[in-house]
Structure formats: C-alpha cells, structure tokens
C-alpha cells in the first residue's frame, strides 16, 4: 500500500503564492507518473499537472505558466509550486501517482485563495 501525504495549503489573498509538497512512501521513480488534481465544491475532480518517471511534465491550461510541478527523489516528494494564485485556484489539491493500472491518491490539502 502505498502512501500519498499532501501539505503545504493554506489560505492566501489573490496574487500569492504556496507550495504544496507530497511525500510519498516509496521511491518516487517506481510510478510511471506523479500528477497533481484539484476538486472544487460542487465539481468533479481535474487534473492540473504531470510528471512522468522520465521528468517530462505537462501542465492543464489553468497552470500553464503559473504553477510548476517539481521533485526531489531525495525525498521521495513531488511538489507543486503555485503563483499568481487566483480565487479560482480554490479548490482541495489532491496528489496521484499511477504505476501502469494501479492509481493512488493522497487525502488532499485545502488551498483557499481569496479576493
């Protein structure tokens, strides 16, 4: 089984920035991906950025150009820096790393983001 533990939401003012951090408990590299999703109240859940186990990354038009995804194999966690916050951006962020079929997924972490 593996663990996803997410951290680093928070409340912040339009135009902020936060780091979310997933710690993971297995060496990163064994997933095929590492993605991070976001789910608003009311709405389904959407993907917002990727890694795959080669470092090419990719990025849901919403992120492009404000959010990075990054990784530290060190510490087995991948992040998602997130600037220019927006109160769109007000959702839970939920950390998923695929190995082939087999998909896992963190608890998520709030990120409020206010006007």
């Known amino acids: 089984q593996v663990q996803l533990v997410e951290s680093g939401g928070g409340l912040v003012q339009a135009g902020g920035s936060l780091r979310l951090s997933c710690a993971a408990s297995r060496n990163i590299f064994s997933f095929n991906t590492m993605a991070w999703y976001r789910q608003a109240p009311g709405k389904q859940r959407d993907w917002v950025a990727i890694v795959t186990s080669g470092g090419n990354s990719n990025y849901a038009d919403p992120a492009k150009g404000r959010f990075t995804i990054s990784r530290d194999s060190a510490k087995n966690t991948v992040y998602l820096q997130m600037n220019s916050l927006k109160p769109e951006d007000t959702a839970v962020y939920y950390c998923?790393?695929?190995?082939?079929?087999?998909?896992?997924w963190g608890q998520g972490t709030q990120v409020t983001v206010s006007s």
């Open positions: 998923n790393a695929r190995y082939f079929e087999v998909e896992n």
